[in-house]
């Protein structure tokens, strides 16, 4: 007898499979907050950071802007970090 697959297990396959783990993360590893502008295409999402804190998946390769204008193009295995308020990218 066969099984059809539903969608959902197609969505749990993607979500568990290697492919899903390729996203930007960012941590903020100041002692105070930051708003932190992601772009991806044509869409801008503001996101707020609080102090010591860490944001998995922001995006799939996306530009990354701090409230003071500083920004950087972040791969999609890019490890951001905010250190002194300063936007530093890990490859």
Do not use: W, Y
Request: hydrophobic share 45%.
């Amino acid at each position: 007898m066969h099984t059809p697959i539903s969608a959902a297990m197609i969505a749990v396959a993607f979500a568990v499979s290697p492919l899903s783990v390729l996203a930007t993360d960012v941590q903020n590893l100041d002692q105070v907050g930051h708003v932190l502008n992601v772009t991806s295409g044509d869409e801008t999402v503001s996101l707020q950071l609080e102090a010591l804190s860490e944001r998995e998946g922001v995006c799939d390769g996306c530009i990354l802007a701090l409230e003071d204008g500083q920004s950087l193009l972040a791969g999609s295995e890019d490890l951001i970090s905010i250190i002194d308020g300063k936007l530093v990218a890990e490859h």
